[in-house]
């Protein structure tokens, strides 16, 4: 596609239920970020992908994050049992590879957990 | 850890005033970039320094890298209500580190 994708653009959620965010890169972009960004602040780093690897997971909050990426494309950022602080924007970017410049963001997707 | 820390927080100024973000690190970086974010968008790059004391203007827009490439600077002159928006800085290697964000509102 012309740019990043990710879905859905907004999810409410009960606490304690489980939610996957989705995000499709630009095509061709091996590298693949998540970010969380709360009340309009900076962006806090979770993941990323290089291919279908991660070689850096130490942004990830606790054990109840989880991300994945299949056919070095599509990602999902799956969060378990969620709680309320985990109410934020979560961002998805994508790269030509990890460590080359730009990167291209999505949208984001908006996470309630009422 | 790499931290960048950006001051003001937020900014609120009137139309044709001149401002200035700054992003400072205690660690050195190869790069920095400068991204904005307006509502409901993600992120969208403005300019890369590379090169310690490197200048680079986009229109009214002059970005400076410190010499020691630990900091850098954003000045906008005679700013204008489609400046609005936050602007954040970065920097890292394979992952970007992003600054705390400076939110800045220009009123008519």
């Known amino acids: 596609g012309a740019g990043v994708s990710q879905s859905p653009s907004n999810k409410v959620t009960e606490k304690g239920k489980d939610v996957e965010l989705r995000c499709d890169p630009i095509s061709g972009h091996t590298a693949l970020y998540w970010y969380r960004q709360s009340l309009g602040q900076g962006l806090e780093f979770l993941i990323y992908?290089?291919?279908?690897?991660?070689?850096?997971k130490s942004g990830l909050p606790s054990d109840r994050f989880s991300a994945e990426r299949t056919g070095g494309s599509v990602s999902t950022l799956t969060i378990q049992r969620t709680q309320q602080e985990d109410s934020a924007v979560y961002l998805c970017?994508?790269?030509?590879?990890?460590?080359?410049?730009?990167?291209?963001f999505g949208n984001g997707t908006r996470l309630t957990v009422t | 850890t790499q931290l960048l820390e950006q001051s003001p927080q937020f900014l609120s100024i009137q139309e044709g005033e001149n401002l200035t973000v700054y992003c400072n690190s205690s660690s050195v970086f190869s790069s920095l970039q400068w991204y904005r974010q307006e509502p409901g968008e993600g992120p969208v790059l403005l300019v890369t320094v590379v090169t310690g004391g490197e200048v680079k203007k986009l229109k009214r827009l002059t970005f400076q890298f410190g010499d020691a490439r630990k900091d850098s600077s954003l000045h906008i002159t005679a700013a204008q209500p489609g400046d609005t928006g936050l602007y954040l800085c970065?920097?890292?290697?394979?992952?970007?580190?992003f600054g705390t964000g400076t939110r800045l509102q220009v009123f008519p």
């Open positions: 992908f290089q291919g279908n690897s991660a070689p850096d």
């Open positions: 970065a920097g890292g290697t394979d992952k970007l580190i």
């Open positions: 970017a994508s790269s030509l590879e990890a460590g080359r410049r730009p990167l291209h």
